[in-house]
T-cell receptor
């Protein structure tokens, strides 16, 4: 029962480096999401994908890009990491617009 | 103004009391509303979902929705120390299934 799997769990980057956060779900869900969580800020939506082949900006998309590679996988890319992108990143998926979202275990990213 | 607003707390209640958590949202067309619980260092997990006006009860939890006032709340009866966590309100917006969260309310239940 893997659910939503995120890799890596922890990452330290230097300013200006790039990296891709991976997310895969095995529940045959249509919708997938990327959030960041900072202290006192709740979860802020970065990008989402309502179905395979579509992606849309969320609340805080600047500095990020996404790819919905197929129905299972939704990746988040930081092209040039900045200290302001230090955060915990969560991937989530849901069956449809009205269904609950299931979350991965999170990726703790530190940019120095 | 954030699209989904919650009191950030912390909210402290004694064991056995009722905890009341509140949330307002800005999009009148929203159809789906969720409450998630998040323990420190863990991922959010769903407690309740509600889609129509009125109350929905599940054990010690009751969700209340008032679409005219754009308001959704969560009541926790007989609060337990194990209920101490951050509670996140989430709203599904009509356009394209965008799921937006509030900033969360930290609840502390004192024995």
């Amino acid at each position: 029962n893997a659910g939503v799997t995120q890799t890596p769990k922890f990452q330290v980057l230097k300013t200006g480096q790039s990296m891709t956060l991976q997310c895969a779900q095995d529940m045959n869900h249509n919708s997938m999401y990327w959030y960041r969580q900072d202290p006192g800020m709740g979860l802020r939506l970065i990008y989402y994908s309502a179905s395979e082949g579509t992606t849309d900006k969320g609340e805080v998309p600047n500095g990020y890009n996404v790819s919905r590679l197929n129905k299972r996988e939704f990746s988040l890319r930081l092209e040039s990491a900045a200290p302001s992108q230090t955060s915990v990143y969560f991937c989530a998926s849901s069956a449809s617009g009205q269904a609950e979202a299931f979350f991965g275990q999170g990726t703790r990213l530190t940019v120095v | 103004q954030k699209e989904v607003e919650q009191n950030s707390g912390p909210l402290s209640v004694p064991e056995g009391a009722i905890a009341s958590l509140n949330c307002t949202y800005s999009d009148r067309g929203s159809q789906s509303f969720f409450w998630y619980r998040q323990y420190s260092g863990k991922s959010p997990e769903l407690i309740m979902s509600i889609y129509s006006n009125g109350d929905k009860e599940d054990g010690r939890f009751t969700a209340q929705l008032n679409k005219a006032s754009q308001y959704v709340s969560l009541l926790i009866r007989d609060s337990q120390p194990s209920d101490s966590a951050t509670y996140l309100c989430a709203v599904m917006y009509n356009q394209g299934g965008k799921l937006i969260f509030g900033q969360g309310t930290e609840l502390s239940v004192k024995p």
